[in-house]
């Protein structure tokens, strides 16, 4: 705030220098203008790299977003036709152990049937023998011989089923090697399908984050060029004041003059500061006050001395409430000690329009500036009885 001041005020001032120094001064500002329009170029160039690195991350992030879902996609799959894989191959072990079960117990039937053929052959052809000396066939032995004929028929269909149950068997078990390998082929797809899936999601994270992070350079340089372009307005707006100083500088100076004693008072009050060197009760020593000071009492209304444009209201250091208000013709006026004011920066104001009003002191500190010059308020002011100290006023 302080530099702004200090901007305004020398712009203000820059009517009372030589031609030689205008010139200097408005070289100056057109050196600082090229300078600022060069960084401007450049900084709006490298937006232009920035958005275009943007949009290349953006595709590469849609990119990797898309080959997730793609490999997210192949690895559902992959992981459903394991499962089914899975499913199939516990049937088919589970039928395979079925078969073998029923191969032994076909095979244990049939060998069981082979030892009682044989022990029952055995019997009857020693009865055989017995009864060659007699023509006499009892039950038994008819029952016996067909005892025989129905073990030999049990065993060979024992022996077929047991081998047709173990081919069924090897068949299911190969069966049941097929499926395991194609379940550890599935498994390892699902593997490198998880991998990839994990590969795609770094990238795209990865593209995002650059995108991301490039979007808030983008949004910084940005403002930084509208602070830019801000700083190269107001520097040709600069420019074009000093210019504009430069030929009305006379004209300023004669109108300046015409407003001598004329000026109404900002509060009526008593002068309790004069304008220049005096003795300070206060300090013992001699001071230099570039303006006056006025005890009007507490709360009293301060008003502006003429129209103008008020470029600073706000509380500055030890001066409380402190208000500058711009006029025509190069004329500054400064109020300071005030309690609160009404106005704020910007604003148009009219002649003896409200500013604010004192504080407890009662007194307020009134400045005159033109081309940021300090000159004697008392020599402007229409003259006031009520002032002690407006006798002792110079004109100039």
């Not at 994270?205 to 602070?227: F, G, H, P, T, V």
């Not at 040709?236 to 100076?253: F, L």
Request: avoid cysteine.
């Amino acid at each position: 705030m302080k530099l702004k001041i200090s901007a305004l005020l020398v712009l203000v001032g820059a009517s009372w220098v030589s031609a030689d120094t205008y010139s200097t001064l408005l070289k100056r500002y057109e050196k600082q203008i090229q300078l600022q329009e060069k960084q401007l170029g450049s900084l709006r160039n490298r937006l232009q790299e920035k958005e275009r690195d943007v949009t290349k991350w953006k595709g590469k992030a849609d990119s990797a977003k898309s080959a997730y879902s793609d490999s997210s996609a192949a690895l559902e799959t992959t992981r459903s036709k394991l499962k089914a894989v899975h499913v199939k191959r516990v049937i088919v072990r589970t039928e395979a152990d079925a078969a073998q079960s029923k191969t032994t117990e076909h095979v244990f039937l049939s060998r069981a049937a082979q030892r009682e053929s044989h022990v029952l052959a055995t019997d009857l052809y020693a009865q055989e023998l017995l009864a060659i000396s007699s023509t006499r066939i009892s039950v038994e032995d008819q029952s016996s011989a067909y005892i025989l004929q129905r073990l030999t028929t049990l065993s060979q269909s024992a022996q077929k089923v047991a081998e047709a149950s173990q081919k069924q068997e090897t068949a299911l078990r190969t069966e049941e090697m097929q499926l395991q390998s194609n379940e550890q082929a599935r498994s390892e797809e699902v593997d490198r399908l998880h991998e990839t899936q994990e590969q795609h999601w770094q990238k795209w994270q990865e593209a995002l984050r650059r995108k991301n992070a490039l979007e808030d350079e983008i949004s910084r340089m940005d403002q930084s060029a509208k602070a830019l372009q801000v700083m190269l307005q107001e520097m040709r707006d600069h420019r074009d004041q000093a210019k504009a100083m430069q030929n009305n500088s006379p004209m300023n100076e004669k109108a300046l003059a015409s407003l001598k004693g004329t000026l109404p008072w900002p509060a009526q009050g008593q002068v309790v500061q004069n304008f220049g060197r005096q003795y300070s009760d206060e300090l013992k020593q001699l001071v230099v006050s570039n303006g006056i000071k006025i005890d009007v009492g507490e709360n009293h209304t301060v008003r502006t001395v003429q129209e103008g444009k008020v470029i600073y209201a706000s509380p500055f250091r030890q001066y409380g409430q402190l208000v500058i208000v711009q006029h025509k013709n190069g004329l500054t006026s400064v109020y300071a000690s005030l309690a609160q004011s009404q106005v704020k920066e910007g604003q148009m104001l009219a002649a003896l329009d409200q500013i604010g009003s004192t504080d407890a002191s009662g007194a307020f500190y009134f400045e005159l500036r033109h081309n940021e010059q300090p000159v004697n308020p008392l020599v402007y002011l229409a003259p006031a009885a009520t002032s002690a100290l407006s006798s002792r006023r110079t004109f100039r």
